[in-house]
């Protein structure tokens, strides 16, 4: 696998934690985090200053994706794997 994309998976895993911690020291809700996550999807979607590829545009959005079902496991109070939210997010897309 490529060395960047390891570096991507630790980092989102990290900021999934990063989240958890948010929430738990009730700095942030769910609900915000969820809000803000939203608001960069929509930003990325609504760019048209580059004209991306659909498989572009799923790359970009891919660990937005990701943190959005870690931030839903986290509200059940259930965890996963980067390999499981990967899989969500590839059924989901």
């Known amino acids: 696998m490529n060395t960047a ?3 991507l998976k630790g980092l989102i895993m990290a900021m999934a934690s ?21 608001k960069a999807q929509k930003a990325i979607q609504e760019d048209d200053d580059h004209e991306l590829s659909g ?11 990701v943190l959005q079902l870690a931030g839903e496991a986290g509200r059940k109070g259930e965890g996963a794997t ?3 939210y990967a899989k969500l997010v590839g059924k989901l897309s």
């Open 5 to 7: 994309n390891l570096q």
């Open 18 to 38: 990063i989240c958890d911690a948010i929430v738990e020291k009730e700095l942030l809700t769910r609900g915000e985090i969820d809000a803000a996550l939203a």
């Open 55 to 65: 498989a572009n545009l799923a790359a970009i959005l891919f660990p937005i994706r």
């Open 82 to 84: 980067f390999s499981d």
